[in-house]
């Protein structure tokens, strides 16, 4: 700002006037300039009036100025310049957001600089807030002070949404305070969460565990494919997240994944926000469970089919070695030419030679 120095004298006989500072070093002697100092500029020199002005003015020109009209004996004026010092921007700290409810939030707002001590005035919504600490402390070079006023509360599902502001007033604002805010954002704490399965209820308590938000699934296999969802609610709203598991056998599993040895439990773990909904999705290797029924998993389609290939191999041998055998004995035998060399060589009589079903005689 800038500081407006004026003495004025009602009668004077041609004698000269002159500005001091608290250093009692001359600024002016009627017009003529005594202090290199650019910021101080004459405002009006007369025999009756003599005004300077002090621009920029800052704390150190704080203090008592002297106007001297030299007559015999010397006659002095003095006024007292006060500098204020100008608050700087209020800062909230201590702000976290989002904050569950039933937690303790202590604000704390702080601004440094002003002179005098600036007031610091906490409000909620457009009601002020009368239970905080206030704290005054002296700034290093002694003229100015550092302010802080701090806000505990609880936090409150009625508080969200709220703006919590922190207002600084000063002489030096011109009734026009120095304002920072936040707005605060209240979380209430869910019910415990409800597992599903493809819709329903889990099928099996046994191996499905659900311990608070965790659902463990131990000896896994293919009957634990499915959806899987987690829903969460409280009396603000409702949300829900999905997962889904997809098991293989170990044996058909020909792109690199992670197996999950036997005898172990495969863990599901989500959390559920009350502002959005997601789906995601897994695929687990699973081993035979040693206590899993036999029906729930399908036939050793490996076997079979080893053993059909081999009866299939046997076919075809002995096809082919009946084929070659029948080829080397393919010429017919007559049966009454046979006989009559028979006849003729050993002198046999034959009353019936049967060797087919109709017999020849």
């Not at 439990?265 to 959005?276: D, E, G, I, S």
């Not at 897994?282 to 009866?311: E, F, K, M």
Request: glycine share 4%.
């Amino acid at each position: 700002g800038t500081a407006n120095l004026t003495c004025r004298v009602d009668q004077n006989d041609n004698t000269s006037l002159q500005w001091s500072n608290p250093a009692q070093q001359t600024l002016y002697f009627d017009d003529k300039k005594a202090l290199r100092d650019n910021r101080i500029e004459l405002v009006r020199a007369s025999w009756h009036e003599l005004s300077i002005s002090v621009s920029d003015v800052s704390l150190s020109d704080e203090g008592q100025y002297t106007c001297s009209l030299f007559t015999m004996p010397v006659k002095t004026s003095k006024a007292f310049l006060t500098v204020l010092g100008v608050p700087e921007k209020p800062q909230i700290t201590g702000f976290t957001s989002p904050v569950m409810e039933g937690e303790r939030m202590q604000l704390t707002c702080k601004t440094s600089g002003s002179k005098p001590a600036a007031d610091i005035r906490w409000f909620k919504n457009d009601k002020e807030v009368k239970d905080v600490k206030y704290l005054k402390e002296e700034d290093a070079n002694r003229k100015t002070f550092t302010v802080s006023s701090t806000l505990d509360f609880l936090a409150d599902r009625n508080d969200d949404g709220a703006v919590i502001s922190c207002r600084v007033d000063h002489e030096s604002l011109n009734s026009t305070p120095q304002i920072a805010m936040q707005v605060l954002e209240i979380h209430c704490k869910p019910e415990p969460v409800l597992w599903t399965k493809d819709g329903g209820e889990l099928p099996d308590p046994e191996r499905m565990v659900v311990n608070g938000r965790v659902l463990s699934i131990s000896f896994l296999n293919k009957t634990d494919n499915g959806t899987y969802r987690c829903e969460a609610k409280n009396p603000i709203g409702r949300n829900s997240t999905e997962y889904v598991l997809i098991v293989h056998d170990v044996f058909n599993t020909l792109l690199p994944t992670t197996v999950i040895p036997s005898l172990t439990t495969a863990t599901v773990t989500t959390t559920v926000a009350l502002t959005a909904s997601t789906t995601t999705s897994a695929t687990a290797i699973s081993t035979r469970d040693p206590n899993a029924l036999a029906g729930q998993t399908g036939p050793d389609h490996a076997l079979i089919g080893g053993i059909v290939a081999v009866v299939v191999f046997v076919t075809l041998c002995s096809i082919i070695l009946l084929g070659r055998y029948l080829a080397r004995h393919k010429g017919r035998i007559d049966l009454v030419e046979l006989l009559s060399l028979l006849e003729a060589r050993h002198d046999f009589t034959w009353e019936c030679f049967s060797l087919s079903p109709s017999p020849i005689c």
